[in-house]
């Protein structure tokens, strides 16, 4: 099984700010990461797939980047609404694995 | 829209089995395959297999082998999902959640379900 090893766990920020959230896989996925956003009282939501694509909807302000093993979810100017955890998924392969998860709280 | 409405939260005995349910709404129900995924604290997210509600075809993930059965109503536009011989590990929250086309790279899920909670205790 593909190995995602997330990162940071836990991140603290401002609104205003700009943040980075890491995610590896133990061997390569080619481009096929997916981001997610979870929120309390909410579904969870597909923000990016094919490591750069945003999902219809998505704010111009998340951006993903990476292909292989190495990839970086980053939100640029945080706004009030993004404040959630963040899972990566590997949609390469079978069995489909997610990372461990990145609480982003406000500061 | 799309919706996924699961059903509600689960309290059952060790040993026992339950099954939950995820109706799907707001488009063709026997296109899209329907995965389901479990999230426990700190252990993450866990994807158990799929199963596509158009032929009844299912995957599963190795792990859930003889644990998870999956199965769909065309009629209802609903799919279920068994867990059987039920112990405390079993104790998590259970997604359902579509994949938004079939062919290979395109497993990422662009619709999931609120989740359902399942308690296995005596």
């Known amino acids: 099984d593909v190995q995602m090893t997330q990162s940071p766990s836990y991140l603290a920020a401002s609104p205003g700010e700009s943040v980075s959230i890491s995610c590896k896989a133990s061997?390569?996925?080619?481009?096929?990461l997916a981001w997610y956003q979870e929120k309390p009282g909410k579904t969870n939501k597909l923000l990016i797939y094919?490591?750069?694509t945003l999902q219809s909807g998505t704010p111009s302000r998340f951006s993903g980047s990476g292909s292989g093993t190495d990839f970086t979810l980053t939100i640029r100017s945080l706004e009030p609404e993004d404040f959630a955890v963040y899972y990566c998924q590997q949609h390469n392969e079978y069995p489909l694995t997610f990372g461990s998860g990145t609480k982003l709280e406000i500061k | 829209q799309v919706q996924l409405q699961q059903s509600g939260a689960e309290l059952v005995k060790p040993g026992s089995s339950v099954k939950i349910s995820c109706k799907a709404s707001?488009?063709?129900?026997?296109?899209?395959?329907m995965h389901w995924i479990k999230q426990q604290p700190g252990n993450g997210l866990e994807w158990i297999g799929w199963i596509y509600p158009g032929n009844g075809n299912t995957k599963y993930n190795q792990k859930f082998n003889g644990k998870a059965t999956l199965t769909a109503d065309k009629s209802s536009s609903t799919a279920y999902m068994q867990l059987s011989s039920l112990t405390s590990e079993d104790s998590a929250v259970y997604f359902c959640a579509r994949v938004a086309l079939r062919y290979y790279g395109s497993y990422y899920f662009d619709y999931w379900g609120q989740g359902v909670m399942v308690t296995v205790s005596s």
């Open positions: 707001g488009y063709t129900f026997t296109s899209y395959d």
């Open positions: 094919s490591g750069s």
């Open positions: 061997k390569s996925i080619n481009t096929y």
